[in-house]
């Protein structure tokens, strides 16, 4: 099992996408359609106008393997289980399945960082948390278990290019497959951050500034191909395990 979470700041689009392409199957304070849930959400929101990304944006998929091994309440309840371990339990969110009963079944999980006291919800340390979590769920449910090891030593990485404008896109990238299992999730995230994709036989990205750069230019491994072969559920995994290893205890 793989979760993420990431602290975002377009809540409408993050509804809207996971109601587009998946069915609603729990809320906690909020009730309606993507539309409705969004004005309850920045209702609860405005209280906090310094948090600018106020919402969490969750995505927990199960290995292919596992397929058919958790039914609706058992994502319902996982949801529920994820909510308390990082601290959004008392807030509005919303749980969609999507590729119900294939071997890419997955759940979204769109939350308020919001409090009640007008404090937003840490987004510190969740590679920890998640992974803490997805032990806890593998074995409840007698999942696959994956492999996740933590070390102390950080592991400082100094991206150096000549174009200035190749660092930021490259992060931008970067956290668009972090957050991501499909090429068509790879393009939304990519969108919200200000940059728009180009695929034809191969792949280039448009930045925000409408300058265009070829992803092989930035780094071989952000071709075409490249970016499938990332965007696969193995290599997800080994991701997850190096930037742990980037974290210190």
């Known amino acids: 099992m793989i979760a993420k979470l990431e602290s975002i700041s377009y809540l409408q689009n993050a509804l809207a996408y996971c109601d587009r392409g998946g069915e609603l199957i729990a809320s906690n304070k909020c009730i309606g359609n993507s539309t409705q849930i969004n ?4 209702k609860n929101n405005v209280f906090n106008d310094r948090c600018i990304k106020n919402s969490f944006h969750i ?30 339990q008392e807030n509005p969110f919303a749980v969609y ?9 997955h759940i979204h ?14 987004d510190s340390y969740t590679y920890y948390q998640n992974m803490d979590f997805c032990r ?17 030593v950080k592991k400082q990485e100094v991206f150096v290019k000549g174009d200035k404008r190749i660092g930021p896109l490259e992060e931008k990238i970067k956290s668009a497959i972090d957050q991501s299992d499909s090429f068509e999730d790879f393009e939304f995230h990519l969108k919200n951050m200000g940059v728009k994709t180009k695929k034809g036989r191969g ?6 500034k409408g300058v265009y750069i070829k992803g092989s230019a930035i780094d ?26 980037g974290f210190k205890m």
């Open 109 to 122: 999980i769109v939350s308020s960082r919001i409090q009640s006291n007008n404090l937003a919800v840490s």
């Open 97 to 105: 399945i999507h590729e119900e009963n294939t071997e890419r079944e």
């Open 39 to 42: 004005y309850q959400m920045e």
């Open 59 to 88: 995505k927990i998929r199960i290995a292919p393997e596992d397929k058919g091994k958790l039914n609706t309440q058992d994502w319902i309840d996982i949801s529920n289980d994820y909510a308390k371990k990082i601290g959004f």
């Open 220 to 245: 071989r491994k952000y071709s075409l191909k490249g970016i499938e072969k990332l965007l696969s559920y193995e290599q997800q995994e080994k991701r997850m395990n190096k930037k742990v290893r």
């Open 136 to 152: 806890m769920i593998e074995n409840k449910y007698k999942l696959r278990q994956v492999k996740r090891v933590l070390e102390a």
């Open 203 to 208: 792949i280039g990205f448009i930045d925000e």
